[in-house]
C-alpha cells in the first residue's frame, strides 16, 4: 500500500481559526484563549482516504496571516499539496480574497488542491445564509467547501478527509 507524505498550508485571515482547527484535528483539543501564530507551526498526522484506503502523512504548516508576499513566503508555500483557507464566518471582511493570499498560493503550487473552511459555525445563530456565500466564495476557486467549528469539532475531521480526498493521489484508483 502506498504512503504519501503530503505538506498542506493553512491560509486565512487573522484570527480566523487556523491553529484552533489543527489543533483539534491533531490533539483532539480546543484552546479558549487566543494565541496569535508567529512565523509558522508544523504539525503530523496520518490519515487515509475513506474511497482508496491511501495512507498520507499530513504535514501540516500553520502560518500566521500574510500581511505582504514576500520571496520567504513563496518558500512557505513551495511543495505543498494542498490549502484549507479558513473564513471567519462572523467577519465579513474574511473573504476578502487579497488578505488570504491564494492566487500566490496556487501560482506556487499548480495543480494544488484548495478547500475552504467556514469557521465558527458555533457563534452563529443560522448556518444557511454563511453556507451559501461560503460555497459560492469557493466556488469562484473551483474548490469544496464546509463548514467547521473548532470550538465544538463539528466537521473537523472531515474537513481534512475532505482535503486528502481533493489531492491527485487519492484520485487516482
Not at 518558500?75 to 483557507?85: E, K, P
Request: glycine residues 6%; hydrophobic residues 45%; proline residues 2%.
Amino acid at each position: 500500500m502506498s504512503v504519501y507524505s503530503k505538506k498542506i498550508c493553512m491560509l486565512g485571515t487573522f484570527g480566523a481559526g487556523k491553529t484552533s482547527l489543527v489543533r483539534r484535528f491533531v490533539h483532539g483539543i480546543f484552546e479558549e484563549k487566543y494565541l496569535s501564530t508567529i512565523g509558522v507551526h508544523l504539525s503530523h498526522k496520518a490519515l487515509s482516504d475513506s474511497v482508496t484506503g491511501i495512507q498520507f502523512n499530513l504535514i501540516i504548516w500553520d502560518l500566521a496571516h500574510i500581511e505582504k508576499f514576500t520571496a520567504a513566503t513563496r518558500n512557505y508555500f513551495r511543495g505543498a499539496a494542498a490549502a484549507i483557507i479558513v473564513l471567519d464566518l462572523t467577519r465579513e471582511s474574511s473573504f476578502a480574497e487579497k488578505q488570504i493570499r491564494i492566487k500566490e498560493f496556487i501560482e506556487s503550487n499548480p495543480g494544488a488542491a484548495l478547500v475552504f473552511a467556514g469557521n465558527k459555525t458555533d457563534l452563529l445563530d443560522s448556518h444557511e445564509q454563511v453556507e451559501s456565500e461560503l460555497h459560492a466564495f469557493a466556488a469562484r476557486w473551483q474548490a469544496p467547501a464546509v463548514l467547521t467549528s473548532a470550538k465544538t469539532g463539528e466537521n473537523v475531521e472531515s474537513l481534512f478527509e475532505l482535503v486528502v480526498a481533493a489531492m491527485p493521489e487519492a484520485k487516482k484508483r
